[in-house]
C-alpha cells in the first residue's frame, strides 16, 4: 500500500498554476513534517517546501512567494498551490516526511530523504 498518494501534476504554460494534494494512507503520519520536494530529469533532488504538524512553514528560495503548503490534519491531505510556474519548475514532484521532532527549517533541510510517496509529474513550458 502507498504511504502516499499524490495528485495534481500536469502541463501548463509559463505563468500557469497548479495545485498538487497529497493523502497520507495512515494518521501515522499526522504528526510528521511533510512536505514536497522535486527532481529534474539529470538533476539532484531539491526540497521544496515544509509544513510542521503546529503549522509552521518554510521554503525554499527559488519557490518562496509562488508555492504556498497547506496541510488538513483532518484529511491526512497535503496541498501545495503553486503559482507563477516558469519552465525550470519542470520535475517530478514528490510528498514526504520527516520526524515530528524537527523545526520547519530543520525539515527543509531533510525532507528529500524521507519516506515519499510515487511522484507526480508537473510540465511547464515557456
Known amino acids: 500500500q502507498e504511504q502516499f498518494v499524490m495528485s495534481g501534476g500536469g502541463s501548463v504554460q509559463a505563468g500557469g498554476s497548479l495545485r498538487l494534494s497529497c493523502a497520507a494512507s495512515?494518521?501515522?503520519?499526522?504528526?510528521?513534517?511533510m512536505g514536497w520536494f522535486r527532481q529534474a530529469a539529470g538533476k539532484g533532488r531539491e526540497g521544496l517546501a515544509v509544513?510542521?504538524?503546529?503549522?509552521?512553514?518554510d521554503y525554499a528560495d527559488s519557490v518562496k512567494g509562488r508555492f504556498t503548503l497547506s496541510r488538513d490534519n483532518a484529511k491526512l491531505t497535503l496541498y501545495l498551490e503553486m503559482n507563477q510556474l516558469q519552465p525550470e519548475d519542470t520535475a517530478r514532484y514528490y510528498c514526504?516526511?520527516?520526524?515530528?521532532?524537527?523545526?520547519?527549517?530543520?525539515?527543509?533541510?531533510?525532507?528529500?530523504?524521507?519516506?515519499w510517496g510515487q511522484g507526480t509529474q508537473v510540465t511547464v513550458s515557456s
Open positions: 495512515t494518521h501515522a503520519w499526522s504528526t510528521y513534517c
Open positions: 509544513i510542521t504538524y503546529d503549522g509552521s512553514t
Open positions: 514526504a516526511a520527516a520526524p515530528p521532532s524537527m523545526t520547519a527549517p530543520q525539515c527543509l533541510r531533510v525532507i528529500a530523504t524521507g519516506a
